[in-house]
């Protein structure tokens, strides 16, 4: 979440009701070339947590999402320096109108 702090745009979405879940079927990595394909047993989405803005354009408004990415669990991190900040289903309600400091706690699995 350090990129959030440091970016204009994701700490106004952050701190303003911009926060979204978004549902992954699937992630996949590729360290040192192997694919790992990283999924619920169950086929059941992922829930990441996510940040949404909207910003006016000449054309139409321009919507845009990203997903909040953490330090990897220790079951991940041979496979990649960071992961997703995946939700557990109690936990949706709380990154979406908690304070922030609550909200950030979520994401890291506190």
Request: hydrophobic letters at 35%.
């Amino acid at each position: 979440m350090g990129t959030v702090k440091r970016s204009t745009s994701f700490r106004e979405a952050f701190g303003s009701g911009g926060r979204c879940v978004l549902p992954l079927n699937v992630l996949f990595k590729w360290p040192n070339g192997s694919k790992v394909r990283i999924a619920r047993p169950d086929d059941r989405p992922l829930l990441a947590a996510g940040l949404w803005s909207q910003q006016d354009s000449p054309d139409s408004p321009l919507v845009s999402c990203t997903v909040i990415t953490r330090p990897p669990t220790d079951d991940l991190r041979d496979v990649h320096n960071r992961m997703p900040a995946l939700l557990l289903t109690k936990d949706r309600t709380a990154w979406l109108t908690a304070a922030p400091r609550e909200a950030k706690a979520v994401t890291l699995g506190r």
